[in-house]
């Protein structure tokens, strides 16, 4: 009987070790994206840029915690009608670009074979890329710098996401920490996400 018992624990010990090792999945992923600029003037407006956004990231979960992060390519945009003022009819489109690091940590209040949720809290390292603008039928590249829009900006983004099988949905939002523009002026930045993708 003890050399059964013994058995057993030398079988089922490595089994409940691997049990408790972290899963590790990757993510691609695409979706929409908005954002509000809010300018800290008195008589000034926001603005309201969206667009689209793809990446991916890899995430570490073990029992009901995670780790998050990864790349992400945004690009989002804005369309002035110049109308009567300026006695064009034509739009002035302009879209930036940036990458972004998020560096994810949450809790996973269910834990099923094929639903998970997930929430989590975190920072986002943004940098800006070259961006551009169409006029007139033309379209011309820009630099950062060109539009006093700061090349690195950081950012705190809660969200929750889940994972039905292998599909992943994630909702997050960001609130900007730094001043988004080279400017004395404050500007806050505010933005959503809403992205689908697969979680392998």
Known sequence: MKKLIILAVLLLGPLSLMAQQPKMHLKFFGGWNAKALVYRAEGAGSEYLHGWQTGGAFRVMKRKAFLETGLTFVNSGITYQLGEEFEIDEPLEIRIRSLQLPMNIGYVPVKKTLFKWFTYFGLVNEV????????LGETERFAPSELKIHTYNLGARFGTQVDLGMINVDMSYTIG?????QSR???NS?????TLGLAL
């Open 128 to 135: 800006s890329l070259m961006g551009q603008f169409t006029f």
């Open 177 to 181: 920490i730094t001043n988004s523009f």
């Open 185 to 187: 002026m404050r500007t």
């Open 190 to 194: 505010h933005g959503a996400m809403i």
